[in-house]
Each structure stands twice: as structure tokens, then as C-alpha cells.
């Protein structure tokens, strides 16, 4: 048994797997939300320019006080991709993103922001055993990889008008999550499992500026900048042989006796990874006014990540996106505020973005071509608004992957009301 073990050890680095799921999913610290797509259900496909109302967007905190009432909007969103040469499927469904807005007096604004920040979905196994000659034993297995969890993002903004009808806002986004992963090999009747958990935390600080060249043209300009870049506190737990098969280390005093015993080992190692993650990200937009309630987008993206990637982050996927550009364009039609007629009160979004990722390590070029169409239908005179967005790409990969299809549907509701108001009182 004790041998078994040692080979184990060797063997649990050198796993050669066919992957099951989205190749972004196992790169570095995962997916990020940020590259599926639409990030709000009532926004389109820019994170800086207004597509939820004429003058504001969701994601832009510089234009939040043009809000009149306050706000709140939750979006739920389904993605699912698939290779287009092979019968692999990847789907998952959850909040995109929760939004709470409170302008103050049309002259500044304070929000808080939660949304998932990154992703971790992969399951990796043999498709066959195979059999090793190792010394005198002939060892039959199978391997296996899993990897689930991810990081949260919790966002503190605020924005402020200054003279001239320029907007400037902030926010400071908390990062934080955990995942976990499972190596094993199976012999036989049993499996050598290895378990391990990662916990993740930093502090990121976000900039946004509105510069309006006339009123029917505006200039908008975005940072982020890392001011604790993300680490990660690793705990690797003992290697162990799970006789039941349930991927748990059980004491003597079970059923199933499991080697070694807990107690007789060291239950788990720590050690903190720094700079997991340190990104760097520029935007720039142009919004222009097309007709009366039409308005003409062009944005721009340069992401730079100059985090080291653990490596933890195995097997074969010790990767993770270096760098990004990508380019948006979309138009919108915003509702008539001041019209009774019911088709009025309706939103139409729809867009074209153009990505292209560059892997740290490989130098991999990954290329996303994706479509979106929405809409929006604003109820009651405060606003309420219910929005849907389809999203539809296709992502090309320079060493010969095959090329993935991504599709993403977004359902949210934004609610709107009078908070805060002192109330006078009646005389009686």
C-alpha cells in the first residue's frame, strides 16, 4: 500500500486528459465574467457607455447621478459553450450581477456592486485505464482532475458632476472566493486521492470620466488599477486512499479504514501565493446621438495581467490570459418618457464586439467574434424596467483547439423608487 502511495505521488503530476469542458474555464485563476459577454442584463455589450437609460450605464459609475430615483436591479444569466468538432457540452446558470444605486440630488451618486469575478469548471479524466509495468507490479488506473469554485466581486462607487456637465466616478472592488481541486488515481477498487483549496483576496480601484464635447456627443474614459494585487492561501491536504470512494480522509474509528490514518499525519500544509492576479485595464468610448432616442457606440479595451500564475494551477494548464484587446460597437433606442403609447416604452440593444486574448506561457492567440440582441420594456412613471439580452460568439484558438461556440441568455429587473425622503408631518 505504502508503495502504491509513493508511485502515486509521481504519477499524479504527469496526468495526460482530453478536456471536457471550456478550455478559458482551467486558465490560470478561471473564466472571467468580464469575456462572457453581456456583464447586466440591463446593459448591452460596453461597460462604460449608457445603454440601460439616454444617459446612463450600470457599469459606469460616472453617469450614476443622472439616475432620478433610486435604483435596484438584480440580472440572472445562463451561459453554456461546445465545441463545434466534438459532442462536448458546458453549461452553467447564476446572478450576474446586483446593483443598488442611490443618487444624490442629481449631483452625485453612492452604489454598491456584487457580481461572480472569475470561474473555475473543469473535470478532467482518462477516457481508457492503462497499465504500467512499475518494478515488479503491473499497476492498472485511471486519472482524474477536478476543479470548482471561484472569486466574488463586491464594488463601492461613487460618482460626482463637476462644472460643465463633466462625471467623475470610482469604485473599489473587493475580490474574494475560494476553489477547490481533486487529483486521484484509480487502482482497481480504489482511488489515491490528493485534495487541495485555495482562498483568494484583493483590492482593486476602478476610475471612470464623462466628457461631454456636445450633448448629443460625449467622450467616456475608464481604469483599473490593482492596489493589492490577489494572492492565494493554498491548503494541500495528505495524499490518502479512499477505500469508500465518498473523496473523504476517514478517521480509524470508521467503517472504512483509510491509509494512513489522519492522526498520524500532518492534516494539511499552508502556503500563500502572491500576486495571483494583477491587472491592469484601460477603456475608451465614444457615444454619439443618431436621431431623437438613437444613440451610436464605439468602446475600446487594453487588458494587461501582470500576475505570476501559481503552479498549483495543473495539470497542463499552468496558463492564463496575458493580455486582452477588444473593440465594441452598438446601438441603442431608448424609450420616449413623455409618449402614452405602450411600444414607446420599449428598449432595443444590439451590438458587435471583436476579442483577441494572448496566453502568458504558450503564446496561444484566442480570437472571439460574438453578435448580442436585447430589449428592454420600462413600466410605471419612477422607471421599472425588465430587460433580455441574447449573446452569441464563436472563439478561435492559434494551436489548433477547437473552436468553441458560446451562447449566454440575461433575464433582470430593475426597480425604482423614492428612498430617503423626509417626510412632513401632517397637522392634526
Known amino acids: ?15 495526460s486528459l482530453s478536456f471536457g469542458q471550456g478550455y478559458m474555464n482551467g486558465l490560470g485563476i478561471g473564466h472571467y465574467y468580464d469575456n462572457q459577454g453581456i456583464t447586466n442584463a440591463g446593459g448591452g455589450l460596453t461597460k462604460l457607455l449608457p445603454e440601460y437609460q439616454s444617459n446612463v450605464s450600470l457599469t459606469n459609475p460616472s ?41 444624490i440630488k442629481s449631483k452625485g451618486s453612492l452604489g454598491i456592486t456584487i457580481s461572480p469575478y472569475s470561474d473555475q469548471r473543469i473535470s478532467l479524466s482518462d477516457n481508457d485505464s492503462t497499465d504500467h509495468h512499475i518494478f515488479d507490479d503491473t499497476l492498472k488506473f485511471k486519472r482524474s482532475f477536478n476543479r470548482y469554485g471561484g472569486i466574488m ?15 467623475l466616478g470610482m469604485m473599489f472592488n473587493m475580490l474574494f472566493g475560494s476553489s477547490r481541486q481533486n487529483k486521484s488515481i484509480l487502482f482497481g477498487g480504489s482511488s489515491i486521492v490528493q485534495t487541495s483549496r485555495m482562498r ?27 492596489l493589492i494585487p490577489l494572492d492565494a492561501l493554498v491548503t494541500t491536504r495528505h495524499l490518502f486512499d479512499d477505500e469508500d470512494g465518498d473523496g473523504y480522509h476517514d478517521y480509524y474509528n470508521s467503517l472504512d479504514y483509510e491509509f494512513p490514518n489522519p492522526i498520524d499525519v500532518e492534516s494539511s500544509i499552508e502556503h500563500r501565493m502572491k500576486d495571483v492576479h494583477n491587472p491592469t485595464e484601460y477603456l475608451i468610448g465614444l457615444s454619439s446621438r443618431l436621431f431623437e432616442r438613437s444613440s451610436f457606440a464605439v468602446e475600446f479595451c487594453s487588458f494587461n495581467d501582470m500576475g505570476v ?29 413623455l409618449s402614452i403609447n405602450w411600444m414607446d416604452k420599449f428598449v432595443f440593444r444590439t ?36 430587460d433580455v439580452n441574447y449573446y452569441l460568439g464563436q472563439r478561435k484558438y492559434s494551436n489548433g483547439f477547437n473552436d468553441e461556440l458560446i451562447q449566454q441568455f440575461q433575464i433582470g429587473v430593475g426597480l425604482s423608487d423614492l428612498w430617503f425622503v423626509k417626510r412632513r408631518r401632517k397637522k392634526g
Not at 483576496?201 to 483599473?224: A, N, R, V
Not at 471583436?354 to 503564446?363: A, D, F, G, V
Open 63 to 103: 453617469t450614476w447621478h443622472h439616475l432620478k430615483y433610486t435604483h435596484l436591479s438584480l440580472s440572472y444569466g445562463s451561459d453554456e459553450s461546445s465545441m463545434t468538432e466534438k459532442s462536448l457540452l458546458n453549461g452553467y446558470s447564476g446572478l450576474a450581477k446586483a446593483v443598488w444605486i442611490v443618487p
Open 153 to 167: 466581486s463586491v464594488k463601492f462607487g461613487a460618482s460626482r458632476e463637476l462644472k460643465g456637465g463633466y462625471g
Open 351 to 386: 451590438g458587435f464586439t471583436i476579442k483577441q486574448h494572448t496566453l502568458s506561457e504558450s503564446n496561444t492567440m484566442i480570437t472571439e467574434n460574438g453578435f448580442t440582441l436585447g430589449f428592454g420594456f420600462k413600466f410605471k412613471v419612477v422607471g421599472n424596467q425588465l
Open 200 to 226: 483568494y483576496s484583493g483590492l482593486l480601484m476602478e476610475l471612470f470620466f464623462t466628457y461631454p464635447i456636445k450633448e448629443e456627443i460625449k467622450i467616456m474614459l475608464g481604469s483599473k488599477q490593482s
Open 1 to 15: 500500500m505504502r508503495r502504491r502511495i509513493k508511485y502515486s505521488t509521481i504519477l499524479i503530476h504527469c496526468l
Open 309 to 337: 500564475s501559481p503552479s498549483v494551477f495543473e495539470p497542463g494548464l499552468n496558463d492564463w490570459i496575458q493580455s486582452t484587446y477588444d473593440g465594441r460597437i452598438s446601438i441603442t433606442r431608448f424609450p420616449d418618457d
